[in-house]
């Protein structure tokens, strides 16, 4: 797989988070083109009336790429699909330390769903980004 793609409320937010939080990599931002209503709709799935605004990379510090997006629309959806919703998903990163990076993240006013739960060898953790985006922490050993 090349990378994954998202789309976000607010992509300086997002910026903030990734980097400055995460620790990922900018790798770059993608100029923005403006389209009519038709291209946009026929080449990515978009609502009537919808712009992109920002388009940034990013890569994890494990090296999974990402694409970011920042749409404008006047009747545009913003909530958070949930893992049980169709279109739900989550971005996994791998930790050395669980216990760590787990402080870390509530230290930082991250919401940290439940406490880390065991899988084989390893454990993972559910986490919300600032504005509701599923994530998830795994770690090769417990």
Do not use: K
Request: net charge negative; proline share 4%.
């Amino acid at each position: 797989m090349d990378h994954v793609g998202f789309t976000v409320p607010d992509i300086e937010q997002a910026h903030v988070f990734f980097v400055g939080l995460l620790g990922c990599e900018h790798v770059g931002s993608v100029a923005v083109q403006r389209w009519d209503d038709d291209w946009l709709r026929d080449h990515m799935n978009v609502g009537p009336g919808a712009e992109i605004t920002a388009i940034r990379t990013y890569r994890s510090p494990a090296g999974s790429g990402f694409e970011v997006f920042e749409y404008a629309r006047a009747r545009q959806r913003r909530e958070q699909p949930r893992n049980d919703d169709a279109g739900g998903h989550h971005l996994a990163f791998r930790v050395a330390d669980m216990g760590s990076a787990v402080a870390f993240l509530r230290e930082q006013g991250i919401t940290v769903l439940g406490e880390p739960s065991a899988a084989g060898e390893g454990s993972w953790v559910y986490f919300l980004s600032p504005w509701g985006m599923q994530l998830e922490l795994v770690s090769a050993t417990a």
